[in-house]
DNA sequence: TAGATTGTTAATCGATTAACAATC
DNA sequence: TAGATTGTTAATCGATTAACAATC
């Protein structure tokens, strides 16, 4: 019998479970329960129970989860015990902060490489990182055979770079850009818009 | 008889509408219909005219949706007909870059002051502006008038700044810190991290 | 007019919650 | 043991979709 596919809005949920567990743990938290975690999410205990249960049985009757162990877990299921290396496309202010960013390497991440088109932002530092020509982009993705980038680059450019980053072999996508990109249906596509963040809000202002 | 409550769910997705609506019309498009939409968005053509009918009636059997119109429409929605403006708290890089970001303006929102309690910080120029003492920040914000935050601090201090923001009347946060914030039922959250979303991606990588 | 597309209803589908036996 | 909390089931709730009369 054919396994029936983890619901999408599951998965959304996990990397929260995850972060959450990750600053209880910082704070030498051994355990905690699914009330414990609910309450700190907004989420009803119900829920996260039967979330991991998905996955398996990670809890203790009367106990709740160990933290330590619940972590692990969790990273095995979202693919982050272990470190994906990241393109950044576009050197601009934005592209700058992610390359300098300090908070993804904890979390399964690490920038790799940067890149732009513009002649003088090409060979300039940013943190550890040159930024190099968008011209070699294709080819230096494909040999370091990485998998997820950083869209970065103005709207009317990002469709254009998106068919290059597949290409390349690149399967997701953290996209800046306001605009949605075409991809072909193994690629994963995420979206961070924040003006459209800021009107999800304003709605209920006055 | 009560107005039934406009689910979240569809409110979230109208930012996005417009968003596209905007992108049209600088095309010079006048016209689009549901189908259009959806396929552009990855949604069915039923529920963006579910979603639009929650509001009025704003298309045209046989015609479609007048794209200027509709932009008009969904503008006054979601309070964006208007220029918001905003503070920035924290002076690091991302918050450098929000402070520089030219995005904001065409989708009714504006920078109007960034704070930082770092002394090494505070009288810089970013862009336009010069960094404030994050010890006036209350008391500046108050005075404006400024309603809603964009939040770029560390997470260990996310929650005190934010209850602070309240204090000064900020009624919507754009939080960029990895933690949830606690807030009174008034205060709207939305979350952005980057990590969380390469989470939700890396599940469905090999 | 004929073709296209809306707004809306009813049916379907899927997600959330309440409740509780199991058990640590 | 008694109290706590899991994992799971069934019931509820809510969101999405299909279909079509209305009409531009």
Known sequence: MLDKAIPDIVIGRLPLYLRTLQTMAEQGRQVTSSQELGEYLGISAAQIRKDLSQFGEFGKQGTGYNIPY???????????????????IGAGDIGHAIARYQGFIDRGFKVKMIFDSHPEKIGKKIGEFVVQDAADMVARIRAAEIKIAMLVVPAQHAQAVTDQLIEAGVRAILNYAPVMLNVPPEVRVQHIDPAVHLQRMTYYLD
Chains 1, 2 share one sequence.
Do not use: F, G, K, Y
Not at 70 to 88: F, K, P
């Open 70 to 88: 619940l972590i692990e877990q969790l990273s095995e299921i979202l693919n982050v015990n272990r470190t994906w290396e990241m393109a950044v």
